[in-house]
């Protein structure tokens, strides 16, 4: 397994790196990754390159026997470059130009960035394609980052080329955006603007169509430097991606371009919040549904202009721990020694600022240590398959561009049924609208608001075919165009479900509204609640699970369930709170006949498992600060402790285990 740094020898004097290299070793660290920010030292006047520093740097870190991810440096372009070429920077949606100072200011559609890109790309492949310490390699730095979208003349033109290609006509074009509303219908390619400031609110198929758009420019940028480095024969090509908070692009269509799948976890911001860092991991392995790599992983307090709390004792190794139990193959801390000079001097790595070992540089070499034991036990081991969570970038920008609701929010509604689900203890894949459901007894949509007839199908064969689905609010309402549908809601989906939405109530996001359940009352009560949204329903086959009371529609359905085939198509009209989706979460799973990895635990304690050739590894992680004990069943091996352990598990304020066991035990 790798277990890594990230390291800047470019920031650090020479007679440094030996020093650097010796403590990495005794950590346990066996991999850097280096030079993704380093473009002005590599070129630093164009044409002339200067790899030698980056050569003996390496050679450094092979006397430990450190090997390295190389990285393309293009998220920063040094200063001469945009000097020469300022044609290369983005425009913001205001039509102000963005100046050099900052970094990732290029806009990834320009063609002149494009070919320095390939060039620099190109220099570096035919210096190090073939270098044997080199592992992998990473392209540019966290995609998207800054200045997600451009609205430059150059990006206007490639915009209507996309849409030319994408729809074969402006008549198409015209239809498809209903450009007859307001009078917008487009006689010439040109005519078509950018949903810039200077529009105001723009047409939502025309919105959503430019966030597509984007994505796939970026997407293309991409795809140009791996075909640079493929000439060259490398053949393991990634780049660090920005888990689930970060929506700019469609990582789905993005990761299937790369060989495997990195991100960057930094967990500080909402520690208090494990599901949301679970969820961030479900995704990235679910892009290409495999195991995966952190390539920055939080070192220490973090910050620009202010510093976050310090991770607690045992955060660091809990946090590290928390990505491989979720499928990470491999752990790269960011950074190895906080930096002196320039914008992150407050983002600490392993290192404080003087170099110096300390509490955290032990905390992760106590880690280095258990890796080590752990040998290549967990390589390539993945979760078991029960229940999936459908992500959708449309639905992403559709909601963004148009909440529909004060206060909706499509990853705080996301997150919620997610929530629900990990605190559970039940393994949860993140998927795409259009993933083969097969595999699944359960399938969760905490909404599906643009929908194609593929993905109508793909969730009717599911449940025909004995799969339970539960489809949240607002499901249906678009096609993919974003145009409204125009049938019931939720459109295509009404069959399956067996309702028809009978009206809408727009609650806003400081209302709420109470629902009764009847013959669930056992796992939900009599006042459960929603917020924010109200589908009132009216059952075209399915059942009534709750009704809303103390509204004007009191009594109306707000929960259904209709049996198709042999399995179940649940509504949820509301969206729910934390205690609902928890509740709905609970009778889902026994619907789905789907059985906890653990039976009883106590909150605050995650659990997850990796299977592999007949073994199961069972993760505990303790999130909080307190000692807990965990009742199993059974006995298992701690692969950590290297004991066996029947009854229960003791674990330590932020402490792991990691328990070993067949799979038929």
């Given at each position: 397994?790798?277990?890594?740094?990230?390291?800047?020898?470019?920031?650090?004097?020479?007679?440094?790196?030996?020093?650097?290299?010796?403590?990495?070793?005794?950590?346990?660290i066996n991999v850097v990754r280096l030079a993704e920010f380093a473009w002005a030292k590599m070129e630093p006047e164009p044409g002339r390159y200067t790899f030698?520093?980056?050569?003996?740097?390496?050679?450094?870190?092979?006397?430990?026997?450190?090997?390295?991810?190389?990285?393309?440096?293009?998220?920063?372009?040094?200063?001469?470059?945009?000097?020469?070429?300022?044609?290369?920077?983005?425009?913001?949606?205001?039509?102000?130009?963005?100046?050099?100072?900052?970094?990732?200011?290029?806009?990834?559609?320009?063609?002149?960035?494009?070919?320095?890109?390939?060039?620099?790309?190109?220099?570096?492949?035919?210096?190090?394609?073939?270098?044997?310490?080199?592992?992998?390699?990473?392209?540019?730095?966290?995609f998207g980052g800054h200045h997600p979208r451009c609205y430059c003349p150059e990006c206007a033109d490639a915009f209507h080329t996309w849409l030319q290609e994408r729809y074969g006509s402006l008549d198409a074009v015209n239809d498809a955006w209903g450009t007859a509303f307001w009078s917008h219908i487009y006689t010439a390619w040109d005519?078509?603007?950018?949903?810039?400031?200077?529009?105001?609110?723009?047409?939502?198929?025309?919105?959503?169509?430019?966030?597509?758009?984007?994505?796939?420019?970026?997407?293309?940028?991409?795809?140009?430097?791996?075909?640079?480095?493929?000439?060259?024969?490398?053949?393991?090509?990634?780049?660090?991606?920005?888990g689930f908070g970060f929506a700019e692009i469609n990582y789905f269509d993005l990761a299937a371009r790369l060989d495997f799948t990195t991100w960057d976890n930094y967990p500080i911001g909402i520690q208090d919040d494990p599901a949301s860092i679970a969820a961030a991991h479900g995704l990235m392995r679910g892009l290409r549904d495999e195991p995966f790599w952190i390539m920055e992983e939080q070192a220490g307090p973090s910050g620009w202009q202010v510093m976050s709390p310090a991770p607690?004792?045992?955060?660091?190794?809990?946090?590290?721990?928390?990505?491989?139990?979720?499928?990470?193959?491999?752990?790269?801390?960011?950074?190895?020694r906080t930096c002196r000079a320039g914008v992150e001097e407050w983002w600490h790595g392993i290192l404080d600022h003087h170099g110096r070992p300390g509490r955290r540089y032990d905390e992760i070499a106590r880690m280095g240590a258990e890796v080590r034991r752990l040998q290549d036990g967990l390589q390539d081991a993945m979760p078991p398959k029960a229940a999936a969570i459908i992500l959708s970038y449309d639905d992403r920008w559709a909601l963004r561009l148009q909440p529909n609701a004060y206060g909706l929010s499509y990853n705080e509604?996301?997150?919620?049924?997610?929530?629900?689900?990990?605190?559970?203890?039940?393994?949860?894949?993140?998927?795409?609208?259009?993933?083969?459901?097969?595999?699944?007894?359960?399938?969760?949509?905490?909404?599906?608001?643009?929908?194609?007839?593929?993905?109508?199908?793909?969730?009717?064969?599911?449940?025909?075919?004995?799969?339970?689905?539960?489809?949240?609010?607002?499901?249906?309402?678009?096609?993919?165009?974003?145009?409204?549908?125009?049938?019931?809601?939720?459109?295509?989906?009404?069959?399956?479900?067996?309702?028809?939405?009978?009206?809408?109530?727009?609650?806003?996001?400081?209302?709420?509204?109470?629902?009764?359940?009847?013959?669930?009352?056992e796992y939900i009560g009599d006042h459960a609640v929603g917020h924010t949204w109200a589908d009132i329903l009216k059952p075209r086959g399915a059942r009534t699970l709750a009704t809303y009371t103390g509204t004007f529609y009191e009594g109306e359905p707000a929960i259904?369930?209709?049996?198709?085939?042999?399995?179940?198509?649940?509504?949820?009209?509301?969206?729910?709170?934390?205690?609902?989706?928890?509740?709905?979460?609970?009778?889902?799973?026994e619907q789905a006949g789907i059985v906890p990895l653990l039976q009883d635990k106590p909150a605050g304690v995650e659990v997850a498992a990796r299977d592999k050739a007949g073994q199961r590894f069972l993760f505990l992680l303790n999130h909080t600060g307190e000692s807990q004990s965990v009742p199993i069943a059974g006995s298992y091996r701690d692969l950590l402790a290297d004991v066996v352990i029947r009854g229960s598990v003791p674990l330590a304020p932020y402490d792991v285990a990691i328990l070993k066991t067949g799979l038929g035990a």
């Open positions: 397994m790798f277990y890594g740094a990230d390291y800047y020898p470019e920031h650090w004097p020479r007679e440094r790196w030996e020093r650097d290299a010796e403590l990495m070793a005794k950590a346990g030698d520093w980056l050569d003996e740097a390496l050679d450094v870190l092979a006397q430990q026997d450190i090997q390295a991810v190389m990285c393309t440096p293009t998220a920063t372009p040094p200063a001469w470059l945009c000097q020469q070429y300022p044609e290369i920077l983005a425009v913001e949606r205001d039509g102000q130009r963005v100046a050099f100072g900052m970094r990732r200011q290029y806009c990834p559609t320009s063609a002149r960035y494009r070919e320095l890109s390939r060039q620099i790309t190109a220099a570096l492949a035919e210096r190090y394609a073939d270098h044997p310490r080199i592992v992998a390699w990473q392209l540019d730095n966290e005519q078509i603007p950018l949903p810039t400031d200077a529009v105001g609110t723009s047409n939502p198929g025309l919105e959503l169509d430019f966030y597509r758009f984007t994505s796939d420019q970026w997407g293309s940028y991409a795809q140009e430097q791996i075909d640079v480095l493929r000439a060259h024969g490398v053949t393991s090509i990634t780049t660090n991606l920005m607690k004792p045992g955060q660091l190794r809990l946090w590290a721990y928390q990505a491989m139990a979720h499928g990470a193959n491999a752990i790269v801390y960011f950074r190895w509604l996301w997150l919620t049924y997610y929530r629900a689900l990990h605190k559970l203890g039940v393994p949860l894949d993140v998927v795409p609208p259009d993933a083969d459901l097969s595999r699944y007894a359960l399938v969760v949509a905490p909404t599906l608001h643009v929908v194609s007839d593929v993905y109508a199908e793909s969730l009717s064969t599911h449940v025909q075919q004995g799969g339970h689905l539960v489809l949240g609010a607002r499901s249906g309402v678009k096609d993919m165009m974003n145009r409204v549908v125009n049938q019931p809601l939720p459109g295509l989906l009404a069959d399956l479900c067996g309702v028809e939405v009978a009206e809408y109530d727009a609650l806003g996001s400081k209302a709420s509204v109470r629902v009764a359940f009847a013959q669930e009352a259904t369930t209709h049996h198709v085939g042999t399995g179940t198509a649940t509504y949820v009209g509301v969206l729910p709170d934390q205690d609902l989706a928890d509740a709905l979460a609970r009778w889902a799973t």
